[in-house]
């Protein structure tokens, strides 16, 4: 694998070089952090379900006319993307309250929110993400009103289709979090949904349990954290034929 330059290594993926200019081969590992990588640890297979799941609902969301940087799946670990220009914001939609909206506002996990709502996050490891308002992004040009109307309509369509693809196979959709990037196509630009979905930036609770399905398994030490992303695997339809060879079973290492 020498053959090709590395770009960027962060804490979920590596960035590589892809085969043709504009577009990059995303690497996902096994490596998992939380609260700002203060936590460090491995979620055995993380990489390979986390590649199929964020390449299933790309698809489905490209389907009903969401623009993606998803071109195709390599392999079990990595997908060719169209290279973007990632605004550095996360922008995270909340339906039921949890993590830190609960703690912030004091509003028990679990309440149903009585709209969704969006938030917005400053991506900067050293300054810890902080929530920002649309007035700090616009201000210092981190995108333009016109990229954020486009984000937000955006955001608001991939929570209502997201919200009804995992309600149909026992899922609710808590909260996730997504990042959009600025893709040039000659003298046009247009805003597309960038990064990854997969159970390590969305809460997934089972409807009927209310189990976590996500990476609150890993940051809270709740166990069965690999079983929990092979079952949202399994329930979207993805595995079997998915990396059981690649998985090397069920063994959590801090
Ligand atoms: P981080 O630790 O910064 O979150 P990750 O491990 O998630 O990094 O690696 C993915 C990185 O690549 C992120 O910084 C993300 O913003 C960036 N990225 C995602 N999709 C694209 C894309 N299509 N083009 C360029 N950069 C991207
Ligand atoms: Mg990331």
Known sequence: MARRRQIYEGKAKILFEGPEPGTLVQYFKDDATAFNAQK????????VLNNRISEFLMLRLAEVGIPTHFVRRLNMREQLIREVEIVPIEVVVRNIAAGSMSTRLGIAEGTRLPRSIIEYYYKNDALNDPMVAEEHITAFGWASPQDM???VHLT???????TGLFLGVGIMLVDFKVEFGRLWENEDMRIVLADEISPDNCRLWDTKTNEKMDKDRFRRDLGRVEEAYQEVAKRLG??????VRDMKGPELMQ
């Open 238 to 243: 993805i595995l079997p034929e998915a990396g």
């Open 149 to 151: 109307d486009d984000i």
């Open 156 to 162: 608001l369509r991939i929570n209502d289709f997201l």
């Open 40 to 47: 460090k640890g491995i979620i055995t297979g993380k990489g």
